[in-house]
Antibody, heavy 121, light 111 residues
């Protein structure tokens, strides 16, 4: 059974940093692209970042480029999102998703339950 | 405002057919990138509903179907049921922006 378990969310002050983690199981982590998708309270989905199976292709939404860094650790089967210089508008439920293939333009066939990030003073 | 445009809301009575449109441009849907659809029931994570324009993952009823033409895609739901009440999102890739795109989402109300 495929499982994606996010952690690391919480309340953080503007300008501070946070690192999200997504521990996966039930599939060969090294074979698939992974993504972070966020959803502000009461709003729609926004793609944040994606990383290909071999980390050769990485993309970011314009809203987070230069502030967020995605990475993956195959030994730990974990996806990360380092979030720096956080702003109030980064407040959202952050989902970890598994791509159905190795590249970042494919669909997300599995989603975690999300971890909530609240940026407020 | 999303690059992929969806109607904010649609509605239909039980048993009816509804469609949800997703309009893009020549750098995403029109460039040949596949469109995927997700269903998000209240209080839950999104779930893949349609992938690669018109394929259903295992377990998705055949009441749900997708299509793509030019710079647009559509999700059709036939035999509407109360349990279909949810938010629906389309997704594609933009080669100009080099980003994954989601539509703004459509709230389906079953009357």
């Amino acid at each position: 059974e495929v499982q994606l378990v996010e952690s690391g969310g919480g309340l953080v002050q503007p300008g501070r940093s946070l690192r999200l983690s997504c521990a996966v199981s039930g599939f060969t982590f090294d074979d698939y692209a992974m993504h972070w998708v966020r959803q502000p309270p009461g709003k729609g989905l926004e793609w944040v970042s994606g990383i290909s199976w071999n980390s050769a292709t990485i993309g970011y939404a314009a809203s987070v480029k230069g502030r967020f860094t995605i990475s993956r650790d195959s030994a730990k089967k974990t996806l990360y999102l380092q979030m720096n210089s956080l702003r109030a508008e980064d407040t959202a439920l952050y989902y970890c998703t598994k791509g159905s293939g190795g590249y970042t333009h494919v669909d997300s066939d599995y989603w975690g339950q999300g971890t909530l990030v609240t940026v407020s003073s | 405002q999303s690059v992929l445009t969806q109607p904010p809301s649609v509605s239909g009575a039980p048993g009816q057919r509804v469609t949800i449109s997703c309009t893009g441009s020549s750098s995403n849907i029109g460039a040949g990138y596949d469109v995927h659809w997700y269903q998000q029931l209240p209080g839950t994570a999104p779930k893949l509903l349609i992938y690669n324009n018109n394929y259903r993952p295992s377990g998705v009823p055949d009441r749900f179907s997708g299509s793509k033409s030019g710079t647009s895609s559509s999700l059709a739901i036939t035999g509407l049921q109360a349990e279909d009440e949810a938010d629906y999102y389309c997704q594609s890739y933009d080669s100009s922006l080099r980003v994954v795109l989601f539509g703004g989402g459509t709230k389906l109300t079953v009357l």
